[in-house]
């Protein structure tokens, strides 16, 4: 058995591995940027840079030192990446494993329960925290778009639709649909 997954790994490029390589970057690279942010926000570079971030904000978050009292956005952040989320939730055409519910729930909750945490810390970190979940989010809506995916050279798959976004919609709305269906 282990012989023919070896095969097939080769075969089809497709090592398990290949699919954490980006946590592997992408978490460190997270912290890291966050906690430099912490750092330049509480003066801990020097008491220029702290200069520079409370007064380099923009909008209605102007000093980027001081949590947003306005909590734009911490929430704004939950919803995004509860709309990152939904929406790899909703892609899924085969029923859902015990397992693949629990990680979706705890995403969702871990959505939830950034919002206290960005309204609490400096600007800065919650708008970088926005900013990365906004780029995730376009990054997942990109590559379900046809054309770009035609642009890029990236195969066809058999689950892969011609109205992808239209998809997304339909299922967000039959999930989270108010009205009481008929039968």
């Not at 971030?53 to 000093?63: E, K, M």
């Amino acid at each position: 058995m282990r012989r023919i997954l070896t095969e097939l790994y080769i075969r089809d490029n497709c090592h398990p591995f290949k699919g954490t390589v980006l946590l592997w970057v992408q978490v460190p690279m997270w912290l890291c940027v966050s906690l430099a942010l912490r750092n330049c926000s509480v003066g801990a570079l020097g008491p220029a840079v702290q200069e520079q971030f409370s007064s380099g904000g923009a909008l209605w978050f102007r000093d980027l030192t001081a949590p947003d009292s306005t909590w734009i956005l911490p929430a704004a952040l939950g919803l995004v990446n509860l709309l990152v989320v939904e929406i790899f939730a909703s892609q899924r055409k085969m029923p859902i494993s015990r397992f693949q519910n629990l990680v979706t729930n705890l995403f969702r909750l871990v959505s939830v329960v950034m919002i206290p945490i960005a309204a609490t810390v400096p600007s800065s970190m919650a708008l970088y925290w926005l900013s990365s979940s906004l780029v995730g989010l376009c990054h997942n809506l990109l590559l379900r778009s046809p054309a770009f995916r035609r642009l890029c050279c990236i195969p066809r798959t058999k689950s892969d639709s011609d109205t992808p976004y239209r998809d997304v919609v339909a299922a967000l709305a039959a999930r989270y649909s108010f009205r009481k269906q008929r039968h």
